[in-house]
């Protein structure tokens, strides 16, 4: 079984930036392309950012394209998420996901497995 933790949310002032990381433990999923989900109050969760396994493909919904960055450190298990230029929308539940198929699995939402959330706000 494998479990992913994320950490680096908290609040920031419109135009900040945060750190997301995600962790995985249980058995090595280097193998696996990996993601980031985010869930506003009142909304469906929607997907931010896919990385392939190489970490030589990504994908970004439009939202976060120009502002945020995903990349992954296999030797450490651990997928990141550079949020920067935050905005008050931004504000949401981060999930980091996992998926044994490729970042255009993610993209779609097949995914394996999820972490608990993070919780990002963004002052105005």
């Known amino acids: 079984q494998v479990q992913l933790v994320e950490s680096g949310g908290g609040l920031v002032q419109a135009g900040g930036s945060l750190r997301l990381s995600c962790a995985a433990s249980?058995?090595?999923?280097?193998?696996?392309?990996r993601g980031w989900f985010r869930q506003a109050p009142g909304k469906e969760r929607e997907f931010v950012a896919a990385?392939?396994?190489?970490?030589?493909?990504?994908y970004y919904a439009d939202s976060a394209k120009g502002r945020f960055t995903i990349s992954r450190d296999n030797a450490q298990n651990t997928v990141y998420l550079q949020m920067n230029s935050l905005k008050p929308e931004d504000t949401a539940v981060y999930y980091c996901?996992?998926?044994?198929?490729?970042?255009?699995?993610?993209?779609?939402?097949?995914?394996?497995?999820w972490g608990q959330g993070t919780q990002v706000t963004v002052s105005s």
């Open positions: 249980g058995r090595t999923i280097s193998s696996y392309a």
């Open positions: 990385i392939s396994w190489s970490g030589g493909t990504t």
């Open positions: 996901a996992a998926s044994l198929g490729s970042a255009g699995t993610v993209v779609a939402g097949r995914v394996n497995y």
